[in-house]
């Protein structure tokens, strides 16, 4: 096959990348890196089964040849960089959707959206099913995320229901690993960066707050299987094991041996309170679920960060 990746140079986009490579397929990767990382993809160069074009899919986007998908995977993912790039975050989901779904559509290709548990906002359903509808505040500060993945999947449902397109629709949980940005405002890299800086890891509230640690390599793994043999209906991959962002800490704390301490600041506007993934459709429909441990994951990806570090 012939894919389009957009959003290619970032955190998730280039090991999607490799994962479509890894199983002999050609990719074009298209970011404006924004977010996107060159570092992500350089060890893609010279490789003549990948393509890379730096363009903003928010803005007229043309691809020469036949594709036989397109990814939509461009947009600022972290709290830090869509408050930073509220504006580019909205076109991106709502433009960038547009074109990315026109060209598809163009191309006779199948369509994959990367969408975010974000668009259960915080939550009053526990775990969260595909079926939920979510509680979010459109006007608040996380709006400019959350609405767009949500105007997206609406998008992404009306262009399959009236032009017959193949559809994907993923709910991407909070996923963490190497190539994530030192400075990208997520709280695994926040940790382990602030332990390997000998600085305190800040969290937010008590640490009550849960969340749920897909390792890379899983998450990417369910996505791929999504595009090849799923449905039109969103789907979670995520890691269904909870975690409070205190134990998380104390983790970090253990796994880097750097004894530093914890301190709190006051909770974010419309922190979610909860996030757990239902993933009863992605077993059933993909045979798929997370393989590496949030200790296992976290181990690697301080290794990671120790090289970043160093350099």
Not at 89 to 108: D, E, M, P, S, Y
Not at 182 to 198: H, K, M, T, Y
């Amino acid at each position: 096959m012939r894919v389009l990746i957009t959003g290619a140079a970032g955190f998730l986009g280039s090991h999607l990348s490799d994962r479509f490579l890894a199983d002999g397929h050609s990719v074009i990767g298209l970011d404006n890196f924004i977010t996107g990382n060159p570092e992500n993809i350089a060890h893609l160069a010279g490789n003549p089964r990948v393509e890379f074009v730096r363009h903003n899919i928010s803005t007229y986007t043309y691809v020469a040849g036949p594709l036989d998908g397109v990814l939509h995977f461009a947009s600022p993912a972290s709290p830090v960089d869509y408050l930073e790039h509220p504006i580019a975050t909205l076109k991106v989901g709502a433009l960038g959707t547009h074109n990315a779904l026109g060209l598809a559509l163009a191309k006779k290709a199948r369509f994959f959206l990367a969408s975010t548990s974000e668009v259960y906002g915080d939550p009053l359903e526990h775990p969260q099913t595909e079926s939920y509808w979510g509680n979010v505040n459109p006007i608040g500060p996380r709006g400019v995320y959350d609405e767009a993945k949500r105007f997206a999947e609406a998008m992404t449902m009306a262009y399959h229901r009236y032009h017959g397109m193949d559809t994907r629709i993923v709910r991407i949980f909070n996923t963490y690993g190497p190539r994530m940005r030192p400075n990208d405002g997520r709280v695994v890299s926040n940790f382990i960066v602030q332990a390997l800086s000998n600085q305190p890891l800040t969290i937010y509230g008590d640490g009550s707050q849960t969340r749920s640690f897909c390792y890379v390599a899983d998450e990417v793994e369910g996505i791929y299987r999504l595009f090849m043999r799923g449905d039109n209906n969103p789907t979670n991959i995520g890691n269904p094991n909870e975690f409070t962002v205190r134990q998380l800490a104390e983790l970090v704390i253990e796994l880097t041996r750097t004894g530093a301490t914890i301190v709190e600041r006051e909770l974010p506007v419309d922190d979610p309170k909860v996030r757990q993934p239902d993933i009863r459709r992605a077993r059933e429909m993909l045979g798929w679920e997370p393989a590496v441990s949030l200790r296992e994951g976290v181990t690697r990806t301080i290794e990671y960060f120790r090289s970043v570090l160093a350099r």
